[in-house]
């Protein structure tokens, strides 16, 4: 079994910054991607940015200058930093993981976790 757990969620001032941490637990061989993805009301699931364990990164163009993504590959960890939040950033951010286990290697499974609610107040 993998289990990713957020951290870091909140409510922040539009302009102000934080930061999301997200921890992935379990029988783990090796984690390929961590990405962060949020989901506003009434809206569908979108990309926030992403990281591979190689260190590539990729943001939405509506993010890119405002986020910061690293991941830590011995502590199957990885971190998002918001900078000049805006009120439509308002959503709950998920962890999202793309992860090859012990028990079968070969296969990369796609995994997520519960969410973080984060408001952005103006």
């Known amino acids: 079994q993998v289990q990713l757990v957020e951290s870091g969620g909140g409510t922040v001032e539009a302009g102000g910054s934080l930061t999301l941490s997200c921890s992935a637990s379990?029988?783990?061989?090796?984690?390929?991607?961590m990405a962060w993805y949020r989901q506003a009301p009434g809206e569908k699931r979108e990309l926030v940015s992403n990281?591979?364990?190689?260190?590539?990164?990729n943001s939405a163009d509506n993010m890119k200058g405002r986020v910061t993504i690293s991941m830590d590959n011995a502590k199957n960890t990885m971190q998002l930093h918001l900078t000049n939040m805006r009120p439509e950033d308002t959503a709950i951010y998920y962890c999202?993981?793309?992860?090859?286990?012990?028990?079968?290697?070969?296969?990369?499974?796609?995994?997520w976790g519960q969410g973080t609610q984060v408001t952005v107040s103006s």
């Open positions: 999202n993981a793309k992860i090859r286990r012990l028990s079968n290697r070969y296969f990369v499974g796609d995994y």
């Open positions: 379990g029988e783990i061989f090796m984690v390929e991607v």
């Open positions: 990281i591979t364990k190689d260190g590539g990164t």
